[in-house]
């Protein structure tokens, strides 16, 4: 199986920088993108950005100069660099990859625990 652990999560004010971990661990062959998400209270869950192998990413459009989406192929890691944090940003962060297990094994979405993002105004 596979397992995804993020860290990183807090309770900071408006204005202020947190950056978010997310490992994966387990029975990997393969990785393909890997991403963040995050639910709000009474909402939806939304993409928030989203980074291939080769390092092209994609964010929605309220984090777009802001959040960093980084990642590191060898630890099989994905980062979130969130600055100038809003209210409006907190959110439980879930961490997402796609992954294969094996050689001709299909692929599947994994997702980690979720961390909490807090920002007071």
């Known amino acids: 199986q596979v397992q995804l652990v993020e860290s990183g999560g807090g309770l900071v004010q408006a204005g202020e920088s947190l950056r978010l971990s997310c490992a994966a661990s387990g029975s990997i062959f393969s990785i393909n993108t890997m991403g963040w998400y995050r639910q709000a209270p009474g909402k939806q869950r939304e993409l928030v950005a989203t980074?291939?192998?080769?390092?092209?990413?994609n964010y929605a459009d309220s984090v777009k100069g802001r959040f960093t989406i980084s990642r590191d192929n060898p630890k099989n890691t994905v980062y979130l660099q969130m600055n100038s944090l809003k209210p409006e940003d907190t959110a439980v962060y879930y961490c997402?990859?796609?992954?294969?297990?094996?050689?001709?094994?299909?692929?599947?979405?994994?997702w980690g625990q979720g961390t909490q993002v807090t920002v007071s105004s």
């Open positions: 997402n990859a796609r992954v294969t297990t094996g050689w001709r094994t299909p692929w599947n979405d994994y």
């Open positions: 980074i291939t192998p080769s390092g092209s990413t």
